[in-house]
């Protein structure tokens, strides 16, 4: 694992040591680590977005096509 140091102005560093401290984290590197995991799925999310806006229009969504959704959104979680 390579490492990596970084320099804060006193009220970033007293803000992440807060979030450390009130969300249970054990050091600055899980914070940081989390932080750009939420990050990517960010950017993942921003380039599905664009990938669906710039593909060619499908076929209009059927009315219960939301209903069968969120039946298999439910069956999903309902077996964790």
């Known amino acids: 694992m390579g490492t990596m140091n970084i320099s804060l102005p006193d009220s970033l560093k007293a803000y ?3 979030q ?5 984290f054990g050091t ?7 932080l750009i995991r939420k ?4 950017s993942q999310l921003r380039n599905l977005l664009l990938e669906g806006a710039a593909s060619p229009l499908g ?14 959104v439910r069956r999903h979680y309902s077996r964790k």
Do not use: K, M, N, W
Not at 20 to 24: L, P, S, Y
Not at 28 to 34: G, L, N
Not at 39 to 42: A, S
């Open 16 to 18: 992440v040591d807060d």
């Open 59 to 72: 076929e209009p969504v059927r009315t219960a096509y939301f209903d069968e959704l969120r039946d298999r």
């Open 28 to 34: 600055h590197s899980e914070y940081v680590r989390e």
């Open 39 to 42: 990050d990517q799925d960010r």
């Open 20 to 24: 450390i401290a009130q969300r249970g």
